[in-house]
């Protein structure tokens, strides 16, 4: 069983609307959480990191539910901007070993 | 900090050929990573290393791949012979080792092609 599995998508939805994305993830024992953004031909970059208590930075909201083992990320008010592939990512142990990275959900905001 | 710096961008080679490629860590992070992504398999962990030390390379396909990192500033990886099904984005990151910010930091890639 992977890591991390994540719907690939792609999600299409229009500009303003609300659109979540879950992943689920194996090891009971990963203890780091972050979403990842990567534009096309570029780059992953942080996103935000989540935290247990939920998190929210201006339209991201980022929830962990450890019991069911899976991550939220909630984008409101959809932008063109948004549109991107978002990474599911995890540690299993703070401050050491690898990320481990799902193979993302794919966003298009259309106009 | 400049953030974490590969090279080259982009790379064409031959089958057979060898192939190396060059990342610059972020100043002061004790991890490196190398990874591949490809549309079919997405971000695949090659190898990665703490201060310096190669601590897992379960991730490296073949002995056709490796990696080094003789200091703390500089690491390659080197495929040699460069087989077509290489062909892939190769992206280094570094971060901190430290618990307050796991958080890796991804360099722009290299975008291998072999011919």
């Known amino acids: 069983r992977k890591e991390v599995e994540q719907d690939p998508g792609p999600f299409n939805v229009p500009e303003g609307a609300t659109v979540a994305f879950n992943c689920t993830y194996s090891n009971s024992a990963s203890q780091s959480f972050f979403w990842y953004r990567q534009d096309c031909r570029k780059e992953p970059k942080l996103l935000m990191s989540v935290y247990s208590s939920g998190n929210e930075d201006g339209r991201f909201t980022a929830q962990l539910n450890r019991a069911s083992q899976y991550i939220s990320l909630l984008i409101r008010d959809s932008k063109l901007s948004d549109s991107a592939t978002y990474l599911c990512?995890?540690?299993?142990?703070?401050?050491?070993?690898?990320?481990?990275f799902g193979t993302g959900t794919r966003l298009t905001v259309i106009p | 900090d400049a953030g974490v710096i590969q090279s080259p961008r982009h790379e064409v080679t031959e089958m057979g050929q060898e192939v190396t490629l060059r990342c610059k860590p972020i100043?002061?992070?004790?991890?490196l990573f190398w990874y591949r992504q490809t549309m079919m398999r997405g971000l695949e962990l090659l190898i990665y290393f703490n201060n310096n030390v190669p601590i897992d390379d379960s991730g490296m396909p073949e002995d056709r791949f490796s990696a080094k990192m003789p200091n703390a500033s500089f690491s390659t990886l080197k495929i040699q012979p460069s087989e077509p099904r290489d062909s892939a984005v190769y992206f280094c990151?570094?971060?901190?080792?430290?618990?307050?910010?796991?958080?890796?930091?991804f360099g722009q890639g290299t975008r291998l092609t072999v011919v």
């Open positions: 990151a570094s971060r901190w080792g430290g618990a307050s910010r796991p958080e890796a930091f």
């Open positions: 990512v995890l540690t299993h142990q703070t401050g050491a070993n690898n990320l481990f």
């Open positions: 100043s002061g992070h004790d991890y």
